[in-house]
Nanobody, 116 residues
Framework: DVQLQASGGGLVQAGGSLRLSCAVS????????IAWFRQAPGKEREGVAC????????VYSDSVKGRFTIASDNAKNTVYLQMNSLKPEDAAVYFC?????????WGQGTLVTVSS
């Protein structure tokens, strides 16, 4: 079974940093695209960043470009989201997602709270 385990959320002050981790199992890591999404209360889930594991191509939403960095450690089957210069509007539940062989898998979320 494909499983994704997100962790690293917490409470941080505006301007601070957090690093989220997504541990992936049950798939060939190098043949997948892993993405981070987030969902704030009352809002739709939105894509934040994505990385293609076999070539490290990355894509970011405009709202996080220049502040967030997605990276993969293929040896550990883990994808990280380094979040710097956090803003109150970044507060949300963050989910990781794997697109593998045309099937999309979701992990549970991790809560990020940003105090102003």
């Amino acid at each position: 079974d494909v499983q994704l385990q997100a962790s690293g959320g917490g409470l941080v002050q505006a301007g601070g940093s957090l690093r989220l981790s997504c541990a992936v199992s049950g798939l060939t890591f190098g043949n997948s695209a892993i993405a981070w999404f987030r969902q704030a209360p009352g809002k739709e889930r939105e894509g934040v960043a994505c990385i293609v594991s076999d070539n490290d191509d990355t894509v970011y939403s405009d709202s996080v470009k220049g502040r967030f960095t997605i990276a993969s450690d293929n040896a550990k089957n883990t994808v990280y989201l380094q979040m710097n210069s956090l803003k109150p509007e970044d507060a949300a539940v963050y989910f990781c997602n794997a697109n593998y062989r045309v099937i999309v898998y979701w992990g549970q979320g991790t809560l990020v709270t940003v105090s102003s």
